[in-house]
């Protein structure tokens, strides 16, 4: 295999994988895959962030004893979700998942105030509850966190 090497994590939802990119020769080997579950609290539906940091901690382990030279690592997720740390960098909240009810539950009152096509001329974002504006929206109204 090449020499330099660079492991990456795929999250998704059921799972997360771990691939190790060979840079040199363009190879790419899947080292594991984890389950990834949302979890419901309190009618919410949550990541849970600190197993999903445990598994790519431990995926990124696998990739250093099977290649000695990493150079960096990468995440790929599609970007839709967020964590809201305090001035002391410690997380408010595990991040809401995507398929949370209220970001659906309050995209009726958002397009009150901004319209479809005025938010599209903005973002360029296809209108989705699943993107962030939606769940910063609901975070508002809810006078949270």
């Given at each position: 295999?090449?020499?330099?090497?660079r492991?990456?994590?795929r999250?998704g939802?059921p799972?997360?994988?771990?691939?190790?990119?060979?840079?040199?020769?363009?190879?790419?080997?899947?080292?594991?895959?984890?389950?990834?579950?949302?979890?419901?609290?309190?009618?919410?539906?949550?990541?849970?962030?600190?197993?999903?940091?445990?598994?790519?901690?431990?995926?990124?382990?696998k990739?250093?004893?099977?290649s000695?030279?990493?150079?960096?690592?990468?995440?790929?997720?599609?970007?839709?979700?967020?964590?809201?740390?305090?001035?002391?960098?410690?997380?408010?909240?595990?991040?809401?998942?995507?398929?949370?009810?209220?970001?659906?539950?309050?995209?009726?009152?958002?397009?009150?105030?901004?319209?479809?096509?005025?938010?599209?001329?903005?973002t360029?974002?296809?209108?989705?509850?699943?993107?962030?504006?939606?769940?910063?929206?609901?975070l508002?109204?809810?006078?949270?966190?």
């Amino acid at each position: 295999m090449g020499t330099m090497s660079r492991p990456f994590t795929r999250i998704g939802c059921p799972c997360i994988s771990l691939i190790l990119a060979y840079c040199k020769n363009l190879l790419m080997e899947k080292l594991d895959k984890f389950e990834n579950k949302p979890v419901l609290i309190s009618n919410n539906i949550y990541w849970n962030i600190f197993e999903i940091f445990s598994n790519i901690k431990t995926g990124v382990k696998k990739a250093s004893v099977k290649s000695k030279k990493i150079e960096s690592v990468g995440i790929d997720g599609w970007g839709s979700d967020f964590c809201i740390f305090d001035k002391n960098k410690k997380i408010i909240s595990n991040p809401v998942n995507y398929r949370d009810r209220d970001r659906v539950l309050y995209s009726k009152q958002l397009y009150d105030i901004l319209p479809r096509e005025k938010i599209f001329k903005l973002t360029g974002h296809a209108q989705i509850p699943l993107i962030d504006m939606f769940q910063l929206f609901s975070l508002k109204i809810q006078d949270s966190p």
